[in-house]
């Protein structure tokens, strides 16, 4: 039999139960219109990407290249960018490839890829801030900049920062999301198990942001994904860039 102090506790932890529970979720609908329908359209590009003696950005290479490259995609559903995109995650997984990519000067400054990677994380910011606006009165999300922030005044255990961090329960497409990491590269399923390289460390990310935040995230690719990666990356929903405003990293891209 429960004495009234017992039967009182058990009433203010239902209450707070189902006070929790009445939390409502935040919906955000976030359509993707950049995915490869298959790892074969991959692998029909990749043949023609790279020749032997050839470095530097894609963007760069010779006008009859580009042009072989570009019929290619069209005959593959993928855009050129997508397949440039490709084309450096195939240049870092050559043997020391990740640190001829990080060093070339021809495949572009870390300056200036660290700049156009925030124009990117921004521009996702700017989107949930206008999908989640019906809740203005209250914070949806933290941003990495604001988790550092807690983190160095000690309000905030250290651990890991994903671009996104949701204080309310939210779901994307229907699912429930914790976090999103914001990746400016096209997701290839081909070098997926290449832990070297960034492409394939997506799910070592994944996993431990899961374990840390209590739940699984979203992973936002700048130039989409193969649609056959979602077989292979269970622990976090794939999203692209379709509904974002790419225009300041669009502007960067060109002036660089």
Wanted: glycine letters at 6%; a positive charge.
């Amino acid at each position: 039999m429960l004495d009234i102090e017992a039967g009182a506790t058990i009433s203010a932890v239902v209450t707070n139960v189902i006070k929790i529970q009445s939390v409502p979720v935040v919906e955000i609908q976030w359509p993707c219109s950049m995915v490869v329908p298959s790892k074969m359209c991959e692998t029909k590009v990749i043949h023609i990407l790279h020749h032997k003696g050839e470095w530097g950005r894609g963007r760069d290479l010779a006008p009859k290249r580009l042009d072989q490259i570009q019929i290619a995609c069209d005959q593959n559903h993928m855009t050129l960018y997508q397949a440039l995109s490709l084309r450096r995650s195939m240049l870092r997984s050559f043997p020391n490839g990740m640190a001829r990519v990080n060093q070339s000067s021809q495949m572009g400054s870390n300056t200036g890829q660290q700049r156009v990677a925030t124009l990117f994380e921004e521009a996702v910011h700017a989107y949930l801030s206008v999908a989640t606006s019906s809740h203005s009165s209250e914070k949806i999300f933290m941003t990495e900049s604001e988790l550092n922030a807690e983190m160095r005044a000690g309000s905030r255990p250290r651990g890991p920062t994903p671009d996104v961090l949701f204080l309310r329960p939210t779901r994307i497409n229907g699912r429930l999301v914790k976090w999103i990491d914001a990746k400016l590269y096209y997701a290839s399923v081909t070098y997926a198990h290449n832990k070297k390289i960034p492409n394939g460390k997506l799910q070592k990310i994944a996993q431990r942001y899961n374990a840390y935040y209590g739940g699984q995230g979203a992973f936002v690719f700048g130039q989409g994904y193969c649609a056959d990666l979602v077989d292979i990356l269970h622990e976090a929903q794939l999203l692209d860039a379709t509904p974002l405003d790419m225009t300041a990293v669009q502007d960067f891209q060109n002036s660089s």
